[in-house]
């Protein structure tokens, strides 16, 4: 593993409300994320696992070709404690005169309106629907929604709008940006005691990993990811469609890749494996078969008519 403890840093140039600092590593720049001790009480863990999140969820994103930020993890040492920790270096995309647009900043651009838009599938929409800028609105919703059926797999209850966005390149071409922010997936407030014992206790796992939500909401409710993905709107169907089976093919190299991660202790690697294949059985492919009927007999129906 890489030892950052006597990296060139540059002055931080990322906001986001955990801590980082901005690296010069091989002629590269690099946003690199710490572990901090956890804001809430609620947790008993003494620093948030959102590194691992962080690298694994990216590289996941990339199994299943969308495209996502390179990660690697790194050592650091603190110069003051002497204390080690583990950080997640994350490769800026921004670079070659590329520059991030936030989804939340382009909510901003709608000066005809003195709404402010927050975390609903229906800002969502109406921010899409309003852009006055070349872009492919389809390609943005259809990102949107393959997107979010990736973060019901990790369990992500944090794609705001801050935590995705689109590409312009120098030339003014838009396109959606990799993802990143995957930090709050996968369980990173849990401690390894708790894992052990939502292992040995099945409905309690099924509790904690199953029953999760969206940050979003829809018809003014928070979405649980299990009841949307039971009856989803036509754009959810057709990312379903598209990306489970991808999941399913990609489920064996997701686990390598968990095992594969230095300096994970093998209790969490368990767990993880055993939340994703939780999510994966038991919400994303009767999701699938849903989907796939319902598909049939659409087709079906258009087929009759066309007679
Ligand atoms: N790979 C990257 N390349 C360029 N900019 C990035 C990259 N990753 C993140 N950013 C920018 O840095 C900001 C902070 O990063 P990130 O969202 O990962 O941090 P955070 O502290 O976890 O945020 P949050 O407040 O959502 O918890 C992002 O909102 C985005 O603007
Ligand atoms: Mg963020």
New binding site residues.
């Given amino acids: 593993m890489v030892d950052l403890t006597h990296a060139k840093w540059r002055p931080n140039r ?5 801590k ?1 600092r901005t690296l010069l590593f091989d002629g590269k720049i690099y ?1 690199v ?1 710490f572990p901090e001790p956890p804001r809430s009480k609620k947790t008993s863990v003494s620093y948030i696992g ?1 590194q691992f999140s ?1 690298h694994i969820g990216c590289q996941i994103f990339q199994a299943l070709q969308i495209p996502a ?1 390179n990660t690697f993890l790194a050592k650091y040492c603190e110069p003051v404690t002497g204390k080690e920790k583990i950080v997640v270096v ?5 670079q070659n005169g590329n520059r ?1 647009l ?1 989804f939340s900043k382009i909510g901003h651009h709608d000066t005809g309106s003195d709404k402010t838009y927050t975390t609903t599938i229906e800002d969502v929409y109406e921010i899409i629907e309003r852009f006055d800028f070349p872009v492919n609105k389809f390609a943005i919703k259809k990102h949107f929604w393959n997107m979010f059926v990736v973060d019901a797999l990790l369990g992500n209850p ?1 794609r ?1 709008l ?2 995705w ?1 689109l590409l312009e390149d120098s030339a003014g071409r838009i396109k959606p940006a ?1 993802v ?2 995957c ?2 997936s996968l369980s990173p407030l849990s401690s390894d005691e708790r894992k052990d014992l939502l292992l040995k206790d099945e409905n309690l796992m099924k509790i904690e990993e199953y029953n999760l939500c969206s940050v979003y909401r829809h018809q003014g409710k928070r979405i649980f990811y299990h009841e949307i993905l039971k009856t989803p709107p036509a754009d959810l169907h057709r990312s379903i469609l598209e990306i489970v089976p991808r999941i399913k093919f990609a489920a064996p190299r997701i686990d390598a890749l968990i095992d594969a991660t230095e300096e994970m202790t093998d209790i969490s690697k368990t767990y993880m494996k055993k939340s994703l294949a939780m999510r994966l059985n038991q919400m994303l492919l009767p999701a699938l078969k849903k989907a796939q009927e319902r598909q049939a007999s659409e087709d079906a129906e258009s087929r009759g008519f066309s007679r």
Avoid: I, W
Avoid at 14 to 18: F, I, L, Q
């Fill in positions: 990322y906001g986001g409300s955990e980082k946003m994320k959102n962080e930020q994350c490769e800026d995309f921004c991030l936030e944090d705001h801050d935590n966005g990799p990143y922010d930090g709050s």
